[in-house]
């Protein structure tokens, strides 16, 4: 099902390259546009998706967490508490900030509490060793499990020009980054690089999917030579007690395509949609990708109507919301729009079920959308701390 939602408080704030981390039936956005005001100094928001309008509510963060700049193309991968389990964490590696720069850190994401309705997130950063992946962005991560261990996989992105290489012409030009398979151990925070020869090109904004040992990269598009590959290649990660393995195999196949959404309908069943075939071609077909132990099955499957917003727009973006749904923008005649908002927003659905619809409302007594954001020159805040100040004072 294709349904268009109508615009409501700070979706303005909604850009390409944002990112959505589903917990449970509630979905949060990240990757706004621009730097967080004190309204919302997280920068993170609940996604409220009620009576069809969709709305973005202030979300607040623990005391112990650390700040999170606002990243766009960043890789997002959830971690599940085990094999299989429920999402109790993400992880956010790279992305660029509004200023244009682009982020080497790894982040954790967990729901810390939900009080009153009131949620709350616990950022924190993580410090890596080794072999430490550079600042890039538009690349993938994935979790994958191997003899009862846990390790994360990072692969592809672009990056700035190295800095011994840069010239006054070239300083804000970006370049892929080494083809290089990262593995990456949690648990004691070390990074290790793996050069695999069927790995030829630096590839970006492709589509990771991952089960038990093993992930598949789809797509994506490699700025050296302009070329989007039609291959999918799937990585197999060996963690015994000794030094990991990772090994490639490259499976031909005719999908080429890059910077489309993959969603979750089923444990092992993912859909496609959305992307670019070219540079001035989007994709409108979807695919279905079905994983058994050791083998992937591709099929074309039912498309939905697309709307002439959608047909006829030169762009699309969005990001997966979980269970089957995918949130996407296109951009909008402004004459056409009641709200300040840029872009027409719709829900695509492949699940059985409406999930997104019913309840990521944060359910407040207070609706904030209905009061102006506070801005830095609005908004004083007096705290006394202990004898600081005398009484007169």
């Known amino acids: 099902t294709l349904q268009i939602v109508t615009p409501g408080s700070s979706t303005s704030l909604i850009q390409p390259g944002f990112s959505l981390l589903h917990f449970g039936s509630h979905v949060f956005f990240l990757g706004q546009k621009g ?7 997280t920068g993170v928001f609940l996604l409220d998706l009620k009576n069809n309008e969709l709305r973005l509510r202030p979300t607040t963060f623990t005391n112990d967490s650390c700040y999170l700049p606002p990243l766009r193309h960043s890789a997002v991968c959830s971690l599940p508490a085990s094999q299989g389990g429920e999402i109790t964490q993400y992880l ?14 790894l982040y954790t994401m967990a729901m810390a509490s939900s009080v009153n309705k009131r949620f709350s997130l616990c950022c924190s950063e993580k410090d890596l060793a080794g072999d430490v992946p550079e600042a890039r962005y538009g690349h993938s991560m994935n979790v994958v499990f191997s003899k009862g261990k846990t390790a994360v996989v990072m692969f592809g992105g672009r990056s700035y020009v190295p800095l011994n290489q840069r010239t006054t012409e070239n300083w804000n030009n970006v370049v ?10 949690l648990q004691f925070g070390c ?8 790995l030829q090109d630096g590839i970006s904004f492709h589509v990771s999917l991952a089960r038990n040992d093993t992930v598949y990269i789809f797509g ?3 700025m050296g030579n302009n070329f989007r590959p039609p291959n999918v290649y799937k990585i197999k990660v060996d963690l015994p007690l000794g030094s990991p393995a990772v090994s490639c195999t490259v499976i031909h196949n005719k999908l080429s395509f890059s910077s489309s959404i993959v969603t979750q309908t089923s444990p092992d069943e993912f859909v496609i949609v959305g992307g670019y075939e070219s540079d001035s071609q989007k994709r409108f077909s979807c695919n279905g990708i079905f994983l058994d132990n050791d083998t992937i099955d591709i099929q074309e499957i039912e498309t939905p109507e697309w709307t002439g ?22 951009p909008a005649d402004n004459k056409h729009q009641s709200t300040d908002c840029s872009f027409f927003f719709y829900v695509l659905n492949f699940g059985d079920s409406d999930p997104v619809v019913q309840t990521c409302s944060q359910g407040s007594t207070e609706e904030l959308e209905d ?23």
Request: net charge negative; proline share 6%.
């Open 191 to 198: 990074s290790t690089s793996f050069n695999l020869r069927e």
């Open 220 to 222: 994506g598009h490699s």
């Open 309 to 330: 917003e959608i047909k006829h727009s030169k762009t699309w973006f969005g990001a997966d919301m979980g269970k089957g749904a995918v949130l996407f923008g296109v």
């Open 371 to 393: 009061s102006m954001p506070l801005e830095d020159s609005e908004e004083f805040t007096f705290n006394r701390d202990g004898n600081l100040f005398d009484e007169d004072t």
């Open 176 to 185: 892929d980054c080494e083809p290089l398979v990262y593995l990456i151990d």
């Open 92 to 105: 956010i590696h790279g992305g660029k900030t509004p200023n244009n720069e682009i982020s080497h850190k």
């Open 35 to 41: 730097w967080p005001k004190r309204s919302c100094p």
